[in-house]
Structures are given as structure tokens and as C-alpha cells.
């Protein structure tokens, strides 16, 4: 009995972490004209969000945990889904802004860019407003299903 008990712990940790997990939705392929969104395999959301994190100075799982914040360092959301072009190069963030509601929005990479606040790990910063932000197109994570 004493031996049963950290073996049923260890797999049930191993199956409440493969139940929170939501890797599959965090990278998606940009869909062709009226066509929904598209999962991705691991091995190219992997590649993709690689090199995105590189592009930005970051490590991958920095990039999956930064932040989005103003110039004068205002939180204004938090970094949710990749999105990919035909190619698998990342193109546009899904951020969930802060505030009420939970909104995500799709913002160009190119409005984009890497900073590191008191020496912690770097987030992104951009030069929109939370206004700007609230203006993006929203984010339809039922497309990507």
C-alpha cells in the first residue's frame, strides 16, 4: 500500500496537468478566405513560437508568459495564441487586454517589441494605447476548433 500511494500521485499529477493544459490552442494557422481557423501540429507550433521568441530576444517560454505593457509600463494584457501564416511564421498575437470581459485581440507582431523591466524576464511592449487595443479585431477562439 505504501508503495501504491506515490505511484497513483504521480499519475494523477501527470493527468490534472495534461487536463489544464491548453497547448493546442495557443499556436493556430491563419485560415485561407472564409475558411475558420486551423490547428497546428506540436512539431510546427514549436518551431513557430521558437522563432518568434527569438525575433523578440526572448526564450520560448518567456514569450508564452509575457506580458503587454505601455511605454510608461501600464499592464495592458497578456500574451494568449499565436497566430501563423501559410509559411509558419508568426504574424499576428492574440492578447487578452486587461479589464473586465476577458477580451482577446489580434495584434500585428510588427506593433511589437520586446522589454525587459527591472531586471525580471522581458515582456512585450507596443506604442498603441489600450483604446488602440480595444479597437483590434477580436479574437473568435471557436474558429480555431
Keep these: 500500500m505504501t508503495r501504491f500511494l506515490p505511484l497513483t500521485a504521480a499519475a494523477l499529477l501527470l493527468m490534472g496537468a495534461a487536463a489544464c493544459s491548453d497547448r493546442e490552442d495557443d499556436v493556430v494557422q491563419a485560415p485561407a478566405p472564409g475558411q475558420p481557423l486551423a490547428p497546428v501540429t506540436e512539431t510546427r507550433a514549436d518551431a513557430a513560437t521558437q522563432q518568434a521568441a527569438l525575433a523578440f530576444g526572448m526564450t520560448r517560454q518567456q514569450l508564452e508568459d509575457a506580458d503587454l505593457v505601455s511605454p510608461q509600463r501600464t499592464d495592458l494584457g ?13 504574424t499576428h498575437i492574440v492578447i487578452e487586454l486587461e479589464g473586465p ?4 485581440v489580434v495584434v500585428p507582431v510588427g506593433q511589437l517589441s520586446s522589454i525587459v523591466l527591472n531586471d525580471a524576464d522581458p515582456d512585450l511592449t507596443t506604442t498603441l494605447t489600450a483604446a488602440d487595443l480595444a479597437g483590434m479585431p477580436v479574437y473568435q477562439p471557436t474558429a480555431a476548433r
Excluded at 497578456?78 to 508568426?90: K, M, P
Excluded at 470581459?101 to 482577446?104: A, K, L, Q
Aim: hydrophobic share 35%; net charge negative.
Design 78 to 90: 497578456d500574451v494568449e495564441t499565436l497566430i501563423l501564416d501559410a509559411s509558419g511564421t508568426v
Design 101 to 104: 470581459g476577458d477580451r482577446e
